[in-house]
């Protein structure tokens, strides 16, 4: 099965600073999901990445997909406090497209 | 209407007793889903539906039991729960399941409690 690495397991950062996170699958990816959630509440959807070199932002978020080496990063320019959250990249694969999840990164933002 | 929602989003129960958890979609998909989400584990898929039909059962213990009435409603009813059920149950909604770039959505959850 699909196995998903995120990096790093939580952050704290500075507002105003920029962050980067990481995704990493064990195999290849179809989709890629990024989702935003708050504690012990739904998961919010980011944006979606196809194809390998493709890139999308969202607001101050961008997201990459680097295909050959089955990883997804995540960018948040001049990091706010309504950042904080996790942030969980999901991914598809196998033959019925099953979408499994990484365990999560963790933002804190301070003010 | 928010596109997906979940009843309730708290529920406190327990172990013998019968529950139900309810999640609604208004966003015209035809694939329902349930998860769970426990503390320190990557999000793990339960059930799936396509236009009513359970299509996965990810060996979930039968005192979960989904019910999926019509596209837009999905249920889950719960009997003789254990303490370590203890957990975020997450609905989440698609266009179709088994493709390629297909978007979920999720409802808020409901954070169950078994005591």
């Known amino acids: 099965s699909q196995e998903l690495e995120q990096s790093p397991q939580s952050l704290i950062v500075q507002e105003g600073k920029n962050l980067t996170i990481n995704c990493t699958s064990s195999?290849?990816?179809?989709?890629l999901y990024w989702y935003k959630q708050k504690y012990g509440e739904g998961l919010i959807f980011l944006m979606m990445l196809q194809k390998g070199g493709e890139e999308k932002s969202h607001e101050k978020i961008t997201a990459k997909l680097d295909e050959k080496k089955q990883q997804s990063s995540l960018h948040i320019t001049a990091s706010q406090p309504s950042h904080a959250g996790i942030y969980l990249c999901?991914?598809?694969?196998?033959?019925?497209?099953?979408?499994?999840f990484g365990k999560g990164t963790l933002l804190t933002v301070n003010p | 209407e928010t596109g997906v929602t979940q009843t309730p989003r708290h529920l406190v129960m327990g172990m013998t007793n019968k529950k139900s958890l309810k999640c609604e979609q208004h966003l015209g998909h035809n694939a329902m889903y349930w998860y769970k989400q426990s503390a320190k584990k990557p999000l793990e898929l339960m059930f799936v539906y396509n236009f009513k039909e359970q299509t996965e059962n990810n060996s979930v213990p039968s005192r979960f039991s989904p019910e999926c009435p019509n596209s837009s409603h999905l249920f889950l009813h719960l009997h003789t729960l254990q303490p370590e059920d203890s957990a975020l149950y997450l609905c989440?909604?698609?266009?179709?399941?088994?493709?390629?770039?297909?978007?979920?959505?999720f409802g808020p959850g409901t954070r169950l409690t078994v005591l």
């Open positions: 195999k290849t990816l179809y989709g």
């Open positions: 989440a909604s698609s266009l179709l399941s088994g493709r390629a770039q297909d978007t979920q959505y």
């Open positions: 999901g991914a598809q694969g196998g033959s019925n497209y099953k979408l499994t």
